[in-house]
């Protein structure tokens, strides 16, 4: 699984600020070996808004950039206590194709994040990963 000469591995997780990728993170920091680096990815695309609904809308990344930034301060110091470096990585781009492009060593995401009518809209992140990954990935049960 390590692709670099160190030995260290690069371990990237999907966040969207739902429990569950909140869960996987937490996941990460303690799967990770002191000297790992924990990359937070955040990744926003907008819903692009047929023509015929005539609405305005805006493509504000701000509320996604935000949750970058509270989840890497959430976990700073469970992370600075195992020795595990903390990277952030945010990119206008669907998630599903921000977590595959992203280089390295192993990918974890949430079992779901958002549900109901966005979930069937965007589709399964972590479906769609897993059955791309060219990394291992893990995916981390909902739970209780």
């Known amino acids: 699984m390590t692709t670099n000469a160190s030995g260290k591995r690069r371990i990237l997780v999907g966040i969207d600020g739902?429990?569950?990728?909140?869960?996987?993170?937490?996941w990460a920091i303690s799967f990770a070996h002191s000297g790992d680096t924990v990359i937070l990815?955040?990744?926003?695309?907008?819903?692009?808004?047929?023509?015929?609904?005539?609405?305005?809308?805006t493509f504000d990344d701000t509320g996604a950039r935000n949750l970058l930034e509270e989840?890497?301060?959430?976990?700073a110091q469970a992370a600075a206590n195992r020795g595990?470096?903390?990277?952030?990585?945010?990119?206008?781009?669907?998630p599903?194709?921000?977590?595959?492009?992203?280089?390295?060593d192993m990918i974890v995401v949430g079992a779901r994040?958002?549900?109901?009518v966005m979930g069937l809209l965007l589709g399964s992140v972590a479906?769609?990963?897993?059955?791309?990954?060219?990394?291992?990935?893990?995916?981390v049960p909902a739970g209780e």
């Open 96 to 104: 599903r194709n921000a977590l595959l492009s992203t280089s390295c």
């Open 127 to 139: 479906d769609y990963v897993s059955r791309h990954a060219k990394v291992p990935v893990v995916i």
């Open 18 to 26: 739902s429990p569950n990728s909140a869960k996987a993170v937490d």
């Open 41 to 57: 990815l955040s990744a926003w695309s907008p819903i692009v808004v047929p023509a015929e609904m005539a609405t305005t809308y």
């Open 71 to 75: 989840e890497a301060k959430r976990v």
């Open 84 to 94: 595990v470096s903390l990277a952030r990585h945010f990119e206008n781009n669907d």
């Open 113 to 116: 994040g958002h549900g109901g």
